[in-house]
């Protein structure tokens, strides 16, 4: 028997959101800014912690543990505020996208931190066009059900990308990609989908064998779309681009808790369905990376493709009595928007080409664009229709 609708069986959810720092004039990446700057980021401990990030042109917010998925919009708008607000005093701007439009990636500075000076050494420029990302923790059941859910949940992971996307472009070029963030995360050798895991121990014995090897100080550095960590009771997801908007990260995270409901009751009660191919999966990842929420996507189980729409309308159908638990109907809902409206990524290349369009040569629609997301970011919290 399921558990009751009003049974959120314990969810508890966190986000943690990499933001580039914009300089105000020319829209390019403040580099190396103002360590006073990044002093009052760190010392913030109200609505959000901020920490650095691999590149000093990077922060990271953490948001408060949260009890339900209208808490956890609160506190993203919260923290957005709070580092804005910062920003605001040091005449700089935050833009909310995986990557910024047309950022020289070999300018960029690393943060002078002993572990981002070994993964500097290690990965070379790999890791000087880290994009950003927005990583999302549930904290639910033990050990074995999250490593469990984890595999159950690969099926689902593209969908998830899909409606995240803001990574159109790299190094001041249209990529062809929605979230291209991915690509340019490939040349690290421990990224992508996780292989199927049955326990915490078959986890453990991975990164156990990493370190023997010397590959890794420990399993922080295995950066798979999704991981059990091993600070926290928790599961992240880690494949999601970050959210110019808030709606469209509050829909993601409301998504996530109801698919780990659904997932845990099906560990606990021994009906997970079996495990589709992992090519089909890996192959749907790249469907979502590459056309957002224009994917279509292949279902193993039929041997046909599905849209986008289709897909998100039976994933609903399927998470009703999960979001009528979790009491986010209208958040899960919201993903018809993001489809029928595009995402960041969408709206950057159509603001894009617009400016082409208008006469506008490449560096300043590039520009501009960068003004859209830094616009986008604010608004997406200051406004009260939001």
């Not at 994009?131 to 923790?137: A, K, N, S």
């Not at 996307?165 to 690509?183: A, E, I």
């Not at 599905?306 to 979790?326: F, G, K, Y």
Request: net charge negative; glycine share 6%; aromatic share 8%.
């Amino acid at each position: 028997m399921k558990p009751a609708a009003s049974d959120g069986l314990g969810i508890t959810l966190g986000v943690e959101e990499e933001f580039f720092l914009v300089d105000r004039d020319t829209r390019a990446l403040v580099v190396d800014p103002d360590p006073e700057l990044l002093r009052a980021f760190s010392s913030l401990d109200g609505a959000c912690r901020v920490v650095p990030e691999m590149l000093r042109s990077q922060i990271e917010t953490n948001s408060r543990v949260c009890q339900s998925v209208a808490e956890i919009r609160d506190a993203l708008c919260d923290g957005r505020r709070q580092v804005l607000d910062v920003a605001d005093q040091y005449g700089v701007d935050l833009i909310a996208s995986s990557t910024h439009p047309f950022a020289g990636w070999d300018s960029q500075v690393v943060t002078p931190r002993d572990r981002y000076r070994r993964f500097d050494l290690t990965y070379q420029s790999a890791v000087r066009q880290m994009p950003g990302g927005m990583h999302i923790h549930a904290g639910f059941g033990n050990a074995d059900e999250r490593v469990q859910v984890m595999t159950a949940l690969r099926r689902f992971a593209p969908v998830l990308l899909a409606l995240s996307g803001s990574s159109p472009f790299s190094y001041g070029h249209v990529t062809g990609y929605k979230s291209s963030r991915l690509n340019l995360m490939a040349p690290l050798p421990l990224c992508g989908m996780p292989p199927e895991l049955g326990s915490r121990a078959e986890f453990d014995g991975i990164s156990r064998n990493y370190e023997r090897l010397q590959f890794i100080e420990d399993s922080t550095e295995l950066w798979w779309d999704m991981r059990p960590s091993i600070r926290y009771p928790t599961l992240e997801l880690r494949i999601c681009d970050i959210c110019t908007d808030i709606d469209d990260a509050t829909c993601i995270a409301a998504l996530y808790a109801c698919l780990v409901r659904h997932l845990l009751f099906h560990v606990r009660a021994g009906t997970v369905p079996p495990e589709p191919p992992s090519e089909v999966i890996l192959l749907n990842r790249w469907f979502a990376q590459r056309y957002g929420v224009m994917a279509f996507f292949g279902e193993s189980e039929t041997g046909t493709r599905i849209d986008l729409v289709d897909h998100v309308d039976r994933l609903l159908d399927m998470l009703s009595e999960d979001a009528a638990a979790l009491r986010c109907e209208r958040e899960v809902k919201h993903a018809h928007t993001i489809i029928r409206e595009g995402s960041s990524a969408d709206r950057q290349l159509d603001h894009f080409r617009l400016c082409r369009l208008e006469g506008a040569d490449v560096d300043e629609a590039l520009r501009s664009v960068t003004g859209l997301v830094v616009d986008e970011t604010r608004r997406s919290v200051t406004d009260p229709s939001s």
